[in-house]
């Protein structure tokens, strides 16, 4: 029997090291990490997350057959198909990941785990509702308006990178649509939030929404709405602006090549885009968390449904618009109306200062 | 620098049909078919088989509009025999014949729409199609592929109860398919992808030698049903619509409203048929002999030439397919256009390879 | 402006009318009464003439020994459900089911011997659907 040596440590070493661990310990446990793990782990982060796109999915396929007079998802779960996503999700972890020949491995493997790293710190920004003393944000910044629009104008690098990487003719072709589209589309949204910004006077979208209480910014901003909603739909890309993913022209645009559970972060991204988007009209324009009666938070996730539910209708209703007409709406007819409400906001906050 | 595209047929939208395109940027030079992945050689196959056991096979030389293609051979032997059919059996065939034109438009609109990622119209135009299978399974047996027009006449008479079932399906699509326009063709994104795209004028269509919907959506006022009449066409009352522009939303707008006209032609025969047998004996040889013949089909003229050779199958057959004269219209228009037209333009001329590779 | 509203009108219409769908494999449609499935023999007035294996134009049916006499063989893989044997039998022994559900995992069983094309269809033991009223508000339905 050969005897080991068992490596044993001295008393002092432990002695010494035992303050630092039990100050990490402690710090571990403090109130602060901890509510920073809720609000990343459960709203708004993972939790919250699965569960939205579990409900959206399930109400947009819902949604999108009824117009059909067909019946969706039925069988998985208890309200006929809720857990679709789930028997997605499993399905598509069974799947083999490929990569195609002569692509750029790192840039290929890179792109959906980007992209949805993207859509995912976004939500890190907005405020949600008001707690006692602050707002039930993961990072707060006086400017975070500004900050989301910076992560919006990162996107079609990703895309592009995807597209370039995948050594396919049509994800080129996808890639350069890409480009074009989200490029031409941010100027609208930059000016229909810049409506909205004159009026309430800060970029803080917390300061937006607390200064809707009497009057929410849809009435006096109706053509910034309508403007700001387009071209969200046209930046998330929603059918009818799904240009970059045509199926019927360029098989899936840059995402062609993709399987397995790429496909799946691929799709998943696309639903928290949509989440996002719904967020921010509710916040911008639909008075946020204002509301009689209940709890802020729940008046915000049922406008945010409501808005989310006019997003998912608009897939079935309009066919799709073709690259350069999609293009000649972008900077012909979106940008003037977003020009005009601009004005009327100006013209509004200075008849509001000097006549009161 | 052009690159050259296989929008083939490992492709979402592209059917049978293999396009080369050589794209620079979103804009496409010009196109190249590749046409024969369904070719089957069913004109070689009539030289073996006798002229009633080539009807089912003839059938499927289009699936989605089977017995008008039967309805033109068909005549065809009996124009080769002399036999003509009795006056029942010429309006029977007239009502199989109509009601298979109105599934294949509504197949070509599900298939139109979709080319706009539109798939509620595809889906409309899918289930009011299912009304229509059963009233044809009802009348003939089969959904799609009836063996109901046979030479000598037709196989099966009206079951009981048919021209009611009948009477109250066409009066219910005669409502629906106001809905249909008022979703598709009142749309301003479905317009927007289709007017002005793929325009062919009078002079251009008569020159290709395009034919059917196509060609009345140019301009040219012709149809083999009112100035070559053949069965009990010329007894009865309809309209031929005949539009200006010549665009792919031309195209579909001539295709919808044949299928009110129709349902206007189901209606008058319901209503005047004749009494009498439907069937009569033919002869069991070919004469020695040749024929051509011409039908209406959905998509446009089949022409069919025959040769007989004194036995009981035939020496030649000869199938000249609408959709193989319209391929010509595809390649001409194909030029400098952008890449989002392409399926716009191929499923406006309603193109369906089977009848081009035969 | 109304040529974008009208057709979202009419999306939302439709959300709330009855779904066309038939619940397939648990419910199934009715096949007409004409309707062409498999063929059954009828071995007592069967006569083995061979008019039925003359007539097919795919070459489906043979003719095949069987307890001394001679009776057709049917292969699924060629048939296309013409019907001709069935107008051509002179004596009347072939007669269309209302059967369509013929797949199987092989080719050799989609041979059907003169004694199991001779066995009665089975009866459908699921639930019937027919399209409901066509001039409802609500749109036909499969009910």
């Given at each position: 029997m050969i005897k080991l040596p068992i490596p044993t440590i001295p008393k002092e070493l432990v002695r010494f090291l035992i303050p630092p661990l039990d100050q990490l310990v402690k710090g571990l446990l403090s109130p602060e990490i901890m509510e920073l793990l809720i609000k990343v782990l459960v709203f708004p982060g993972f939790a919250f997350i699965m569960l939205y796109a579990m409900i959206a999915v399930w109400g947009e396929r819902k949604l999108h057959a009824r117009v059909h007079l067909r019946i969706g998802p039925y069988h998985v779960g208890p309200i006929f198909g809720l857990f679709q996503l789930?028997?997605?999700?499993?399905?598509?972890?069974?799947?083999?990941?490929?990569?195609?020949?002569?692509?750029?491995?790192?840039?290929?493997?890179?792109?959906?785990?980007?992209?949805?790293?993207?859509?995912?710190?976004?939500?890190?920004?907005?405020?949600?509702?008001?707690?006692?003393?602050?707002?039930?944000?993961?990072?707060?910044?006086?400017?975070?308006?500004?900050?989301?629009l910076a992560l919006f104008s990162l996107r079609p690098f990703i895309m592009i990178m995807a597209g370039w990487a995948s050594n396919n003719k049509y994800c080129t072709m996808g890639a350069m649509r890409a480009a074009y589209q989200l490029l031409a589309y941010e100027v609208p949204l930059m000016l229909s939030m810049a409506s909205v910004v004159i009026l309430a006077g800060s970029f803080d979208l917390a300061k937006i929404v607390e200064s809707q209480v009497g009057m929410w910014y849809i009435a006096p901003c109706f053509l910034g709405f309508i403007v700001f909603f387009v071209a969200m739909m046209a930046e998330i890309c929603r059918r009818p602006l799904d240009i970059i993913t045509a199926e019927q022209e360029i098989v899936f645009g840059p995402w062609t090549e993709y399987t397995g559970m790429e496909y799946g972060l691929i799709m998943m991204s696309e639903y928290v885009d949509v989440a996002i988007a719904s967020f921010l009209v509710t916040m911008l324009f639909l008075g946020g968390w204002h509301g009689p009666g209940l709890h802020p938070l729940a008046w915000l996730l049922i406008k945010m449904g409501v808005v989310s539910a006019f997003f998912f209708i608009g897939r079935s209703t309009w066919p799709r618009l073709r690259i350069d007409q999609l293009l000649d709406a972008g900077w012909r007819k979106l940008v003037p109306l977003a020009l005009v409400q601009v004005f009327a906001s100006m013209l509004m906050v200075y008849l509001l200062k000097v006549v009161f | 620098?052009?690159?050259?595209?296989?929008?083939?047929?490992?492709?979402?939208?592209?059917?049978?049909?293999?396009?080369?395109?050589?794209?620079?940027?979103?804009?496409?030079?010009?196109?190249?078919?590749?046409?024969?992945?369904?070719?089957?050689?069913?004109?070689?196959?009539?030289?073996?088989?006798?002229?009633?056991?080539?009807?089912?096979?003839?059938?499927?030389?289009?699936?989605?509009?089977?017995?008008?293609?039967?309805?033109?051979?068909?005549?065809?032997?009996?124009?080769?025999?002399?036999?003509?059919?009795?006056?029942?059996?010429?309006?029977?065939?007239?009502?199989?014949?109509?009601?298979?034109?109105?599934?294949?438009?509504?197949?070509?609109?599900?298939?139109?729409?979709?080319?706009?990622?539109?798939?509620?119209?595809?889906?409309?135009?899918?289930?009011?199609?299912?009304?229509?299978?059963?009233?044809?399974?009802?009348?003939?047996?089969?959904?799609?592929?009836?063996?109901?027009?046979?030479?000598?006449?037709?196989?099966?008479?009206?079951?009981?109860?048919?021209?009611?079932?009948?009477?109250?399906?066409?009066?219910?699509?005669?409502?629906?398919?106001?809905?249909?326009?008022?979703?598709?063709?009142?749309?301003?994104?479905?317009?927007?992808?289709?007017?002005?795209?793929?325009?062919?004028?009078?002079?251009?269509?008569?020159?290709?030698?395009?034919?059917?919907?196509?060609?009345?959506a140019s301009g040219v006022d012709f149809d083999v049903r009112r100035d070559d009449p053949y069965e009990a066409y010329d007894?009865?009352?309809?309209?031929?619509?005949?539009?200006?522009?010549?665009?792919?939303?031309?195209?579909?707008?001539?295709?919808?409203?044949?299928?009110?006209?129709?349902?206007?032609?189901?209606?008058?025969?319901?209503?005047?048929?004749?009494?009498?047998?439907?069937?009569?004996?033919?002869?069991?040889?070919?004469?020695?002999?040749?024929?051509?013949?011409?039908?209406?089909?959905?998509?446009?003229?089949?022409?069919?030439?025959?040769?007989?050779?004194?036995?009981?199958?035939?020496?030649?057959?000869?199938?000249?397919?609408?959709?193989?004269?319209?391929?010509?219209?595809?390649?001409?228009?194909?030029?400098?256009?952008?890449?989002?037209?392409?399926?716009?333009?191929?499923?406006?001329?309603?193109?369906?390879?089977?009848?081009?590779?035969? | 402006?109304?040529?974008?509203?009208?057709?979202?009108?009419?999306?939302?219409?439709?959300?709330?009318?009855?779904?066309?769908?038939?619940?397939?494999?648990?419910?199934?449609?009715?096949?007409?009464?004409?309707?062409?499935?498999?063929?059954?023999?009828?071995?007592?007035?069967?006569?083995?003439?061979?008019?039925?294996?003359?007539?097919?134009?795919?070459k489906a049916i043979t003719l095949v020994e069987h307890e001394g006499r001679k009776y057709p063989q049917f292969d699924y893989g060629r048939c296309c459900f013409c019907g001709f044997c069935v107008d051509h039998c002179p004596r009347a022994a072939l007669k269309h089911t209302h059967e369509y559900e013929l797949a199987s995992y092989n080719k050799e069983d989609l041979v059907f011997s003169p004694s199991k094309a001779a066995e009665p269809p089975k009866p459908f033991e699921r639930r019937v659907v027919t399209v409901r009223k066509l001039d409802s508000k609500l749109g036909p339905g499969h009910g």
């Open positions: 789930i028997a997605d999700g499993i399905k598509l972890l069974g799947k083999e990941i490929i990569t195609p020949e002569n692509a750029h491995k790192v840039l290929y493997h890179l792109a959906p785990i980007l992209i949805m790293t993207l859509s995912m710190v976004v939500l890190a920004f907005i405020p949600f509702f008001p707690v006692d003393g602050g707002y039930w944000v993961i990072y707060y910044t006086p400017y975070n308006l500004l900050v989301i | 620098m052009p690159v050259r595209v296989a929008w083939g047929i490992q492709h979402p939208m592209s059917g049978h049909l293999t396009l080369y395109l050589d794209v620079d940027g979103d804009v496409v030079l010009n196109t190249e078919p590749d046409v024969g992945y369904t070719h089957r050689g069913l004109e070689k196959i009539a030289e073996y088989r006798t002229y009633l056991q080539y009807v089912p096979i003839i059938e499927r030389a289009c699936d989605f509009d089977s017995s008008n293609f039967a309805l033109g051979y068909v005549r065809a032997v009996e124009a080769l025999m002399g036999v003509e059919a009795p006056e029942r059996a010429k309006y029977l065939r007239v009502i199989a014949a109509e009601l298979s034109r109105i599934m294949s438009h509504l197949y070509a609109q599900a298939l139109l729409s979709m080319t706009g990622g539109f798939e509620t119209m595809t889906v409309w135009s899918a289930n009011d199609r299912e009304l229509i299978l059963d009233l044809l399974e009802m009348l003939t047996g089969a959904r799609v592929t009836h063996t109901y027009i046979v030479p000598g006449g037709v196989r099966w008479d009206l079951p009981k109860g048919f021209k009611e079932r009948a009477f109250e399906v066409l009066n219910y699509l005669e409502r629906r398919i106001w809905d249909y326009y008022k979703m598709l063709f009142q749309n301003r994104t479905f317009q927007d992808r289709t007017m002005g795209v793929g325009v062919l004028s009078k002079k251009e269509a008569v020159e290709l030698g395009v034919t059917g919907p196509s060609l009345r007894k009865l009352d309809f309209d031929v619509i005949v539009e200006k522009d010549g665009d792919s939303y031309t195209r579909a707008l001539v295709r919808f409203y044949e299928i009110a006209q129709s349902i206007r032609i189901i209606k008058q025969a319901l209503k005047d048929i004749p009494e009498g047998p439907i069937r009569v004996k033919v002869p069991p040889t070919l004469p020695k002999g040749e024929v051509y013949t011409r039908v209406e089909t959905g998509r446009g003229e089949l022409g069919i030439y025959l040769v007989g050779a004194g036995t009981n199958k035939p020496y030649r057959l000869k199938i000249s397919a609408p959709s193989f004269r319209n391929l010509a219209g595809l390649v001409y228009l194909c030029r400098d256009v952008p890449m989002g037209d392409i399926p716009v333009i191929y499923y406006s001329f309603d193109i369906l390879l089977l009848d081009v590779d035969r | 402006m109304s040529s974008y509203i009208k057709p979202l009108y009419m999306a939302w219409l439709h959300a709330f009318k009855r779904t066309f769908t038939v619940k397939y494999p648990y419910e199934v449609l009715k096949p007409a009464d004409r309707y062409r499935g498999r063929i059954e023999l009828n071995m007592d007035r069967c006569i083995g003439c061979g008019v039925c294996s003359y007539v097919c134009p795919n």
